[in-house]
């Protein structure tokens, strides 16, 4: 019985009712990585900085996000569905970098969090190229640096796609 | 009916010796140890980050918020001396059931930072199923105790168990066995109940999944594996992947059967996860390192070995010339 019980517990997640209420579940999870087909552009939500010359930066997580690669991604997921969340995040890393007195940080006038969309396949043959288009969550301004328009928070930018 | 009855009693109820038991207990608290202990924050990395990513699974539900600092150092610290004493079957009658259940909250709870890590799941389970089997009456500190002090059996202590393969060893050791394997079929069952279906079996989808991987690595943690941009190209290679990956998964089970079959399963498993350490650069430890699969190997049979096959002892030679 108790094996029984054992192995009908591991299968149980194949149900989605049984789940838990989040979708996935610890230590009983139906492992749902590599199950789902990827859209044919993938949203990703990462932190840009922009320098006065219009420089972007990509913004490594460890600066705003505790973790490894996937339990950071999760976290901005999560942080930026809320706008005061979202503020919080990008002020916090404007704040930091303007303590910056060298190197390229030292130039950043601004802070994006964003949402971009990447064609995964155009991106890894033709070489890195930028999001085909960026929604902002939010942008802030790096304190005691030049000013200038910040953009509002759902605002799109499109890169080489019709809008 | 009676004989499929048999054979499966024979397989699930197969006799075995305590060592082998007792070798997968101390292999699998070293690794835990190990685990818990190779990230200088492992339970309090997320301190300070706010309830807003806090997103509470499975034991730790009952949470509305995420617990007090004090609290979450004092459970990283008993959680650590309780594998402790897991590992040297000490007071095992305690220890085993407290290392489980520890391990299993504070776990849970480092999970519910919105991101279930399903790298620890099997390593859980399996000390889950360890803590309250009898893993500690050889190779383990308290059977030595026991024959000192006899009394100390209300503390917990076991007494030695016989060296003899018994029936309640084989059948814990298959409960471990079926959390090696079991959550495979899941993980395949995920993969062709999702929209492509069978179809999984092409490998656009584990490109794809690839290739997500890569462009995250890119934006978060300042750049991609080599490998990325140039597994794009493979196209025999993804079909040949994915189809090993759902053989190897739905046929996981098989290697309850032991023999051949359980060599050949356990090898396949443990080159799937190096493939996806490979490729994708996502660490499964427990398996990767084979501990996962300890289960399977009849420890005693290789302490035989090495005691059947010594080098030849310069003295007994000696002493062999001296004879003729």
Redesign the interface.
């Known amino acids: 019985m108790l094996t029984l019980g054992l192995v009908l517990a591991i299968l149980a997640p194949i149900h989605p009712a049984l789940r838990g209420q989040r979708g996935d579940s610890f230590p009983l999870s139906w492992y749902p990585m590599f199950s789902r087909p990827r859209p044919a552009l993938e949203s990703v939500d990462y932190v840009i900085a922009l320098t006065a010359a219009g420089e972007r930066h990509i913004v490594h997580s460890k600066h705003h996000v505790r973790g490894a690669m996937n339990q950071a991604r999760r976290q901005l997921n999560r942080l930026a569905r809320r706008g005061q969340h979202a503020q919080d995040l990008c002020e916090q890393v404007a704040q930091r970098f303007s303590q910056r007195r060298r190197g390229t940080m030292a130039e950043v006038v601004q802070i994006w969090f964003v949402r971009g969309k990447f064609d995964l396949h155009q991106y890894f043959t033709d070489g890195p190229e930028g999001p085909k288009r960026e929604k902002i969550h939010w942008a802030c301004q790096v304190p005691d640096r030049a000013v200038f328009r910040v953009p509002q928070r759902g605002e799109i930018y499109h890169f080489g796609e019709a809008p | 009916m009676s004989r499929l009855r048999a054979r499966w009693a024979a397989t699930?109820l197969a006799p075995a010796p305590p060592v082998r038991l007792a070798v997968v207990r101390i292999l699998t608290g070293l690794f835990a140890l190990w685990y818990i202990c190779k990230y200088d924050r492992w339970l309090s990395?997320?301190e300070g980050?706010s309830a807003?990513?806090f997103?509470p699974?499975?034991l730790t539900?009952h949470l509305h918020a995420p617990l007090p600092d004090a609290t979450v150092m004092a459970l990283g610290i008993a959680t650590t001396v309780a594998g402790v004493l897991f590992t040297l079957g000490l007071l095992w009658r305690l220890s085993g059931p407290a290392f489980a259940l520890l391990l299993?909250y504070t776990?849970?709870y480092r999970?519910s930072?919105?991101?279930?890590?399903?790298h620890?799941?099997?390593l859980?389970?399996h000390v889950?199923?360890l803590g309250f089997l009898p893993a500690a009456g050889v190779l383990a500190i308290d059977p030595w105790l026991r024959r000192r002090w006899p009394r100390l059996g209300w503390m917990g202590a076991t007494p030695a168990l016989d060296p003899q393969p018994r029936w309640q060893i084989g059948?814990g050791l298959?409960?471990l066995q079926?959390?090696a394997t079991?959550?495979y079929?899941?993980?395949g069952?995920?993969?062709v109940?999702?929209?492509?279906g069978w179809a999984?079996a092409l490998g656009d989808?584990?490109r794809?999944?690839v290739?997500?991987?890569?462009?995250?690595?890119?934006?978060?943690?300042?750049g991609?594996k080599a490998i990325?941009?140039v597994s794009?190209h493979w196209t025999w290679a993804w079909v040949l992947l994915a189809a090993g990956t759902l053989v190897l998964e739905f046929g996981a089970p098989l290697a309850l059967l032991g023999g051949r079959w359980a060599v050949g399963v356990v090898v396949g498993l443990i080159g799937l996860h190096w493939g996806i350490l490979w490729i994708m650069g996502i660490h499964f430890d427990y398996q990767l390192f084979g501990v996962a699969f300890a289960c399977f190997v009849p420890w005693e049979r290789l302490a035989r070995l090495s005691r059947r096959s010594p080098r030849p002892h310069p003295a007994g030679t000696g002493s062999h010339l001296r004879e003729s």
């Open positions: 699930m990395e997320f980050l807003r990513v997103a699974i499975g539900s299993l776990m849970t999970n930072w919105s991101m279930v890590f399903h620890e799941n099997m859980v389970l889950l199923i059948w298959k409960l079926i959390g079991v959550p079929v899941v993980a069952v995920a993969k109940n999702g929209k492509a999984w989808n584990l794809d999944q290739l997500m991987n890569g462009i995250y690595y890119e934006l978060l943690m300042g991609a990325t941009a794009i």
